[in-house]
């Protein structure tokens, strides 16, 4: 034989296998440098492209051994069925990609494999039987031909459109339209690529068409996560991580680097880049960057690959030095050892926020176990507070009111008091304020928390008074910025009206607020309460920052003395005058002085030679349940509301 049969039909070119081979290597290449997890997703697709670079090869040779003379038969059957066996094999992988990415229940997904899978074999058994029985592909080297017969491929391929399209529509509620749209755009790009072909009779591109939803799936659903600026990868690719490793009982070391005004220096960044990974790459083995926002980078590395993790940070901490002092940086540097309670819902951002005041400027902070511990207390409490505000229960058991009888020193006798907020949660047990009533306020939940206590201190109030009890009135706590709201007002008022009490009977405490912009609102919220008859105290006065003229603005009623200026009055003569001076000038402009944290006889009498009106403290009486408050004060004719 002269001649292959290539010549005879002159269709074929290897540019198609060629392309597709290196478009395949190509993006495998790309995979592995983007799949920042490597999951069933990242394995399908590595499937999907070894088999379609397969299919390419053994159709090269295959072409190859067709063209060229005097080759066993058996030879040019057996590469042409190992292609078409890795085509067959890239249909089950996009049907077995789908099933993953829509997240179809488990046994819907095995039967769609199932499906996809005796299809295909059925398909390919078809098409080697075609060879044998003569109506598929067939080589006939007496007359230097070969016929393609049955097209087996290409039913396959419809079929695989069909099942894909099917579960693509069914479950379309699962997917982005514009992906949808994208996905199913690339198969008919397919078809129509296929027809072309045929149409020009040529058989060079067949295998380049299975790569085309690749590309697509690969850039609509899993396109770059690299931060073009640093390198770093974005923060959806850290969440995954974290719960990746969090499913597959690894264990990670996590280390945020937050850098000030890091986003705000643009030749940190460039300069960074590259000093950060080479810094890290010298140290750590596999370790990966992520930029979670601005100014906040998180290395992340596997326990299982640096077990040393202890000498790892500190080869860290050694090479990371030289760099920040050359950069100038001012950071805060935090270390933390995976923890399940954290990883499952990934935690670490607001782990860092909530340890880094802890840790020292341009300093190393490794997080402790007692900080855990810390922390995730403080996420239950904030998941509790969260399922309080959205009950929104005014009598919610978890709210608990105690009291502090104040001593009134003109008519000796506790007919005033303060509610003091504790809580009670399933999991924690009983709790002080110091434990949740930051937390509230830096997450905004204090209000709610706040109309519980007005609410339970009304009725008591309601009960007290319908005993016959001489309650003056019960002092609240609420935070400056819950005066801020701009249903303050109205949230007290229909409280105490709901609880059929006078308005006079609550007064409210609140402590200096040093915000500037808003004092004229807080002053008109205060003096519209004040024109029903409620009370205001100015709380903990002497801590921190006293603006006299501010203070002399706003109308309260009752200036508290805070604790500290008690001890201090105590000190020495002179604190003692300075003390008293101050009292003396709030008692001649007609406020009344109450002194907080009265512990022993000897502080009841430098607080009544200091102008006191009222006198709250341990010696009187620790914080008790609302409901003991009884066994102070005093009944007086009973007399109706
Ligand atoms: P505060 O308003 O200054 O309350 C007085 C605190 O001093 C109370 O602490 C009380 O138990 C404590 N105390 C009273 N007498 C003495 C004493 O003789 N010696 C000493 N060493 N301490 C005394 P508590 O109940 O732990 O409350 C702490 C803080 O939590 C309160 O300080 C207040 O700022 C806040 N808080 C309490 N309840 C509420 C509330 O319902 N709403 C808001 N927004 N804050 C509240
Ligand atoms: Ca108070
Ligand atoms: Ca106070």
């Known amino acids: 034989m002269s001649e292959g049969l290539l010549q005879k039909f002159g269709s074929f070119s290897p540019v198609g296998d060629l392309l597709t081979l290196i478009i395949c290597i190509l993006l495998m290449h790309l995979l592995i440098q983007t799949f920042i997890t490597k999951d069933s997703n990242f394995k399908a697709f590595c499937g999907m492209l070894g088999f379609v670079a397969l299919a390419a090869v053994f159709d090269l040779i295959f072409h190859t051994l067709l063209a060229s003379d005097n080759m066993p038969v058996f030879l040019i059957y057996a590469t042409r069925m190992i292609s078409r066996f890795c085509l067959f094999g890239t249909f089950i992988l996009y049907v077995y990609y789908f099933g993953n990415l ?18 295909s074999s059925l398909l390919l058994l078809g098409d080697i039987l075609g060879s044998v029985f003569g109506y598929g592909f067939t080589v006939d080297y007496s007359s230097h031909s ?64 299975f790569i085309l939803p690749i590309i697509a799936l690969m850039y609509l659903l899993h396109s770059n996560p690299y931060d073009t600026e640093t390198g770093a990868i974005h923060a959806s690719s850290f969440t995954k991580m974290i719960l990746d490793a969090h499913s597959k009982n690894r ?20 300069d960074m880049h590259s000093m950060v990974y080479n810094f890290y790459s010298k140290c750590v083995k596999k370790g990966t960057l992520f930029r979670l926002h601005g100014d906040r980078l998180v ?35 935090v270390f933390v050892k995976s923890e399940s309670k954290l990883s499952e819902n990934n935690s670490y951002p607001d782990l860092f926020k909530y340890i880094e005041p802890k840790c020292e400027p341009n300093n190393f902070y490794t997080v402790t176990e007692d900080d855990i511990l810390n922390f995730t207390r403080r996420l239950y409490i904030i998941s509790e507070l969260r399922d309080i505000e959205e009950k929104m229960d005014l009598d ?45 306020e830096q997450t905004d939940l204090i209000h709610p928390l706040s109309l519980i206590i007005l609410n339970k201190t009304c009725k008591v109030i309601h009960n007290m008074l319908e005993n016959g009890f001489h309650v003056h009135r019960i002092s609240i706590n609420f935070s400056i910025q819950e005066v801020r709201d701009e249903n303050f007002c109205r949230d007290i008022l229909r409280i105490i009206e709901q609880n059929n009490i006078p308005y006079e009977k609550v007064a409210i405490e609140l402590t200096e607020s040093r915000n500037t912009t808003d004092f004229n609102m807080v002053k008109a919220k205060i003096y519209e ?56 000038m709030f008692h001649k402009l007609n406020y009344r002085v109450l002194y907080e944290g009265v512990e022993d006889t000897a ?34 004719n009973i007399s109706p509301l």
């Open 146 to 209: 070969y016929t393609g017969g049955f097209n087996f491929l290409a039913i396959g391929l419809l079929l695989n459109i069909c099942i894909l399209g099917f579960m693509l529509t069914r479950y379309k509620e699962r997917l982005v339209f514009q992906i949808l749209q994208g996905v199913m755009g690339s198969y008919v790009l397919c078809i129509i690529i296929h027809i072309i072909q045929g149409l020009h009779h040529q058989t060079s591109f067949t295998i380049s068409i």
């Open 603 to 636: 502080d009841e009498a430098r607080c009544i030679r200091m102008f006191a009106q009222y006198l709250q403290g341990y010696k009187y009486s620790k914080p008790i349940p609302i409901a003991q408050l009884e066994n102070f004060f005093s009944k007086v």
């Open 299 to 333: 290395l992340v590395y596997r326990i299982d690959q640096n077990p040393n993790y202890e000498e790892t940070n500190r080869a860290l901490v050694e090479a990371f030095t030289p760099l920040y002092e050359k950069l100038k940086l001012k950071f805060k540097a």
């Open 396 to 440: 919610d058991p978890r709210v608990i009111v105690y009291c502090q009888p104040v001593f009134n020193v003109s008519s000796g006798a506790y007919d005033t008091a303060e509610a003091l907020m504790r809580m009670e949660l399933p999991d924690t047990g009983f709790l002080f304020p110091d434990m949740f009533i930051p937390v509230a």
């Open 251 to 270: 264990e990670l070391m996590i280390i945020s680097l937050h850098v000030q005004d890091f986003d705000k220096n643009a030749y940190l960044l460039r």
């Open 102 to 119: 829509l997240e179809l229940p488990k046994k819907t997904k095995k039967t769609f494999n199932a499906v996809s899978i005796l299809i």
């Open 529 to 584: 309460l004040k024109e029903k008859g409620i009370l205001f105290y100015l709380d903990d006065f002497g801590t921190g920052y006293s603006n006299f003229d501010r203070i002399m603005e706003l109308p309260f009623d009752i200036i508290k003395f805070d604790r500290s200026l008690v001890i201090e009055s105590g000190k020495d003569k002179t604190s003692e005058y300075m003390v008293h001076t101050f009292a003396d």
